[in-house]
């Protein structure tokens, strides 16, 4: 059972600055989201932009649950500037790097696991899937019980793993997040081949409750816990410090 709550944010950098802002959101803050919140990250992830936004970054951060939010708001936002003071200087820092962004909360699927969890099982991906499925307004949950529970097919005929499920809160339950694990550029290749002319492997076959879907792929940032199996720390840090 997953108990855990998700940030998921979309991220738009400003010119040639996607790697020095995944570096600096996960080696230079990720570690003080740790000690002070709790928080962890879940993964940071370039969009490959032939697919979606570009120059974007997707980044997605674990809390304990809604009280643990509630928690990492208060620290946040019970100020005057509505910015955690103590990190002023790293907030002047990511400035120069982004220009803003939009967020969601996520709640998982009871069967999604954990980051921890994912790491010590070593799940990985050479790149990623990311998928905003549309349904029927409060369907969010049988969509993911079925998305989970026919996932086995993608992953049995071309190693596509289901490693998130989610719906996002705040709203009418109308709106899912998968995202994929796919071992290698030419398995994902396969699927889209696939998917001109064979049925849908991706989504259960229960998908006439599908009002929307988007797919954009990812490649995970050099310290995003999927590609390196643990939480950023301190050590990681090389250009910027408190």
Not at 24 to 31: E, G, Q, V
Not at 126 to 144: N, S
Not at 164 to 181: R, S, V
Not at 204 to 215: L, T
Request: some cysteine.
């Amino acid at each position: 059972m997953n108990d855990k709550v998700y940030i998921h944010e979309f991220i738009d950098i400003t010119k040639q600055n996607r790697a020095r802002y995944m570096h600096h959101i996960t080696a230079n803050w990720s570690p003080i989201g740790q000690d002070e919140r709790h928080q962890l990250c879940y993964g940071v992830w370039g969009v490959v932009g032939s697919t979606g936004r570009w120059p974007q970054v997707v980044n997605i951060w674990e809390e304990d649950g809604f009280a643990g939010l509630a928690d990492s708001f208060r620290i946040e936002l019970n100020n005057t500037t509505l910015q955690d003071p103590s990190l002023e200087k790293w907030w002047s820092a990511a400035a120069d790097l982004r220009a803003g962004g939009v967020d969601r909360l996520l709640v998982p699927h009871p069967d999604t696991l954990p980051i921890e969890e994912l790491c010590a099982a070593g799940t990985t991906g050479e790149v990623y899937a990311h998928e905003l499925v549309t349904v029927a307004p409060g369907t969010c949950r049988d969509f993911l019980t079925a998305a989970v529970s026919e996932a086995k097919r993608a992953h049995d005929q071309y190693g596509w793993q289901l490693v998130g499920a989610w719906w996002t809160a705040l709203g009418n339950q109308d709106e899912c997040l998968l995202l994929w694990a796919i071992p290698s550029w030419e398995s994902w290749a396969g699927v889209e081949d696939d998917l001109r002319t064979h049925r849908d492997v991706l989504l259960p076959d229960s998908s006439a409750a599908i009002r929307g879907r988007q797919r954009i792929l990812l490649m995970d940032s050099p310290l995003s816990p999927l590609r390196t199996g643990r939480q950023p720390s301190r050590a990681d840090r090389t250009d910027w410090t408190d």
